[in-house]
């Protein structure tokens, strides 16, 4: 610091040429050393990327297939195609003790937190437990060294200010005195100086980005490590957060760009106002540095007054923003419904609503802005110019010492004011270029302030994904896997669970559950099943019967104080002990042959052992043997959800069934868009694999496949009834609907004779005359 504080021409020429040379050629070399090197790095970087093996197209089509490799370690390599090449990033997932370990630092946030962030202790503790516990999970990070290395830069930036500073003001002082030597001299330095203060700018730059890009990374990949959960978390499917994917892309781009740019508005203005005071204290003398910081006083004091709430503004804009996406997104996702019927009009009112909502807040954002920066602009930039120039006085109108006069002693007297001109030249133009440098410190400093408070807004919005998703009651252990290829329910009541979070820290229950939402729709079930038993779930509407499939599957809780769920766990060879097909086919993104070995990966598929011959057979027991061909192939990759018909994507869920071939397989009505033969044939080849059916559906021509029925009633009574199907019970039952349905018709004469007489009960009469109203 000192030696730049010391005038770099007058050091060098006191101590002789030589040292000038000694100077130039140590900074040529340390510059060539610094600045050629890396470079050459980047370059043989970039000369070893290009000059990689181009793949085929059949290479780039395996590595689409394959996406990732399985190192030994467990990690994996993701293969990213770009162009005609691979690209590949080694990751690894996020062990369970590590969010176990993070959970106690992320509780639930109170409402007050959610709808006013501000820069108080609640922010601090957010942004403490975000950045430690996953953005800088260590101190031998990457990120750590990015932020050390970009320190390091925004220090020698302010230092390299400070030299120009000093330079600047002595060239000014040899163009005055007609120094010519001197002239030449301080310009050659000026080309010297220009090299690394140019560089150090770029590398602010770049690592700004780096550093912003490398959180984003961070986090995302920890937010999917948790949110994408596998069982029995499942978070995806109990989140209750409303605009999640805005949470996860937006938010966390949002956040990562802010604090990075925050980290440098903020270290380097207040290393510039540290050094650059200290530079000019010793310029403006005691007078001066409190008139300093005066400035500095009443400079924060006004903008405190004035500063918006810019946190809680920039939650509500981010929160309206995701409202918005999420609209669009359902548009996309349910295009075809929407056309059907023909709701275009109404679907845009809907997005137009919401995106004036959006529109509305953020002109109400630019109206509160105007105040705020014209007082900004005025005090940074008019005020604290007019005190700069009253600064840069104190020194040449009240304090006229030598030093900073920078008078020299001559010959003459004519010399002595020659030089005494030159001085003040010098100290006005240093002390200018200081001041000016000063000034957008200050301002940038300022403007971090409302940068901060925006960061704030984004921090609450990220920390309550976190908390949310932390903090999610764990499903109960009432699911236990068996030995034996068996699947017993015992006292279970289904009911709907609840899935929203609390806003404090109070248990759900005391065991744990979830608390439940109204009453049971299945009070006490209890039934045994083993392979070959195949049951039929049947009743109305809405008795109950999906949520009996969710319960099998693990994705609610069974209630009841002896509730207990026994299900048979996978087997040693892959082989999947309970695998559930939905009523909605779903169709992931990716080709053909990712559609049907879902959720097995290419690799999964590889090991299986499985080739396209064997894809072949069970496309053709689906009746869908025509889509490869029809499509372009296997490695073909669409929007399947818009290309394939309904009864196609049914087709192809079942044919996911006999890919995986499960012990028992649970069907939620996934044929009913399939015709009757069709569907029959699907069930008579499921059963010839060794596959356990457990059906649900309303369709009785699906019961001669089955071997149990269990019937939910819908009196309101929650009860139910499990027979075997051909026995004289079940035949009964049947015959008693089948008289109850006769007696019925019995009486349609009847009941449509009753409706001739009300319909002329209820005739219209003809309407009086006004003079029959009257009288």
């Known amino acids: 610091m000192a030696n730049f504080s010391k005038p770099l021409l007058e050091s060098l020429k006191a101590h002789g040429s030589r040292k000038q040379l000694i100077v130039i050629v140590a900074t040529a070399l340390l510059l060539r050393s610094r600045l050629l090197s890396l470079p ?108 050390v290395l970009h320190s390091f830069f925004l220090v020698l930036r302010t230092v390299l200010s400070v030299a120009v500073a000093r330079l600047d003001g002595r060239i000014a002082r ?260 200081l001041l000016l440098s000063l000034a957008d410190a200050g301002g940038r400093l300022m403007y971090a302030y409302k940068d901060l408070l925006e960061l704030a807004g984004l921090t609450t919005r990220l920390y309550t994904l976190l908390s949310t998703l932390h903090n999610l009651p764990p499903l109960p252990s009432h699911v236990t896997d068996s030995e034996e290829s068996t699947i017993e329910l015992s006292h279970v009541d289904v009911a709907i669970p609840n899935m929203t979070i609390p806003d404090t820290d109070e248990p759900v ?24 038993d195949h049951l039929m779930i049947t009743g109305s509407n809405g008795v109950g019967k999906t949520a009996v499939a969710r319960v099998l599957a693990g994705l609610w809780a069974p209630q009841g104080p002896l509730a207990d769920v ?65 499509e372009g192939g296997w490695t073909t990759r669409k929007e399947w959800r818009d290309v394939l018909s309904g009864g196609e994507k049914q087709r192809m869920a079942m044919a996911r069934v006999f890919y995986h071939r499960p012990k028992f397989a649970i069907l939620d009505e996934c044929t009913s868009a399939v015709s009757s033969d069709v569907e029959g044939r699907m069930y008579e080849h499921a059963k010839s694999l060794g596959i356990t059916l457990i059906t649900i559906s309303l369709r009785p021509s699906l019961m001669k496949y089955h071997t149990y029925l269990l019937t939910l009633k819908g009196d309101g009574s929650a009860g139910w009834t499990f027979t075997q199907v051909g026995t004289a019970e079940e035949r009964m039952g049947i015959d008693r609907e089948i008289h109850s349905l006769e007696a019925k018709l019995a009486d349609v004469d009847k009941w449509e004779q009753r409706i001739k007489e009300l319909d002329r009960l209820l005739a219209v009469q003809e309407p009086m005359d006004n003079d029959e109203i009257i009288a």
């Open 40 to 147: 050459k790095e980047v370059l043989a970087k970039l000369s070893k990327v290009s000059g990689g093996k181009r793949l085929s197209p059949q290479e780039l089509a395996d590595a689409l297939q394959q996406v990732y490799v399985t190192e030994k370690d467990g990690s994996k390599t993701v293969l990213v195609p770009y162009r005609d090449r691979i690209s590949k990033v080694h990751i690894r997932e996020t062990p369970h003790e590590k969010f176990r370990s993070d959970a106690p630092f992320f509780p639930p946030l109170p409402p007050a937190s959610k709808t006013k962030p501000n820069v108080d202790t609640a922010f601090a503790r957010q942004l403490r437990a975000i950045l430690f516990r996953i953005a800088f999970p260590s101190f031998r990070s990457k990120e750590t060294l990015i932020v």
């Open 174 to 433: 040899d163009l005055v005195s007609a120094n010519g030597k001197g002239f030449l001299k301080g310009l050659g330095l000026w080309f010297i100086l220009a090299i690394p203060s140019t560089y150090t700018n770029s590398m602010i730059r770049h690592l700004q980005s780096k550093l912003s890009l490398n959180l984003r990374t961070r986090l995302t990949r920890y937010i999917h490590d948790l949110y994408l959960s596998s069982a029995p978390d499942l978070r995806y499917y109990r989140t209750g957060l409303e605009g999640v994917d805005q949470y996860i892309t937006a938010d966390v781009d949002a956040w990562s760009e802010a604090l990075a740019g925050l980290y440098g508005n903020i270290l380097k203005p207040s290393l510039d106002l540290i050094l650059f005071t200290s530079q000019l204290s010793r310029s403006l003398g005691v007078r001066g540095t409190i008139l300093l910081f005066a400035n500095y006083y009443a400079t924060v004091a006004i903008l405190r007054a004035v500063t918006p709430a810019f946190g809680r503004l920039a939650a509500v804009e981010a929160r309206l923003e995701g409202e918005y996406r999420a609209g669009m997104g359902r548009v996309g996702r349910e295009a075809e419904e929407v056309a059907f019927y023909d709701g275009g009009a109404r679907e845009r009112d809907i997005l137009t609503r919401a995106y004036m909502r959006l529109i509305k807040h953020v002109n109400s954002i630019y109206k509160i802005r105007i105040a705020y920066e014209w007082t900004e602009d005025y005090v940074i930039k008019y005020l604290w110019s007019a005190a700069g120039y009253g600064l840069i006085a104190v020194p040449l109108l009240y304090t006229r010492t030598k030093r900073s006069l920078g008078i020299q002693t001559g010959t003459n007297g004519k010399e002595k004011g020659h030089d005494a001109v030159a001085g003040r030249t010098e100290t006005y133009i240093s002390n200018r270029r």
């Open 509 to 532: 229950s005391e065991d744990g559950s979830e608390s439940r939402e109204g009453p049971a729709l299945v009070k006490d079930l209890s039934l045994v099943l083993k392979e070959g």
């Open 566 to 630: 026994k299900r048979p766990a996978d087997g040693k060879d892959g082989r999947k002990a309970v695998f559930i097909v939905p009523q909605r086919a779903y169709m992931v993104t990716g080709s053909l042959l990712a559609q049907m070995i879902y959720p097995h990966s290419y690799a999964e598929y590889l090991e299986s052992g499985k080739t396209e011959k064997d894809l072949m057979e069970i496309l053709e027991m689906v009746y869908l043997a025509y889509l490869p061909e029809r």
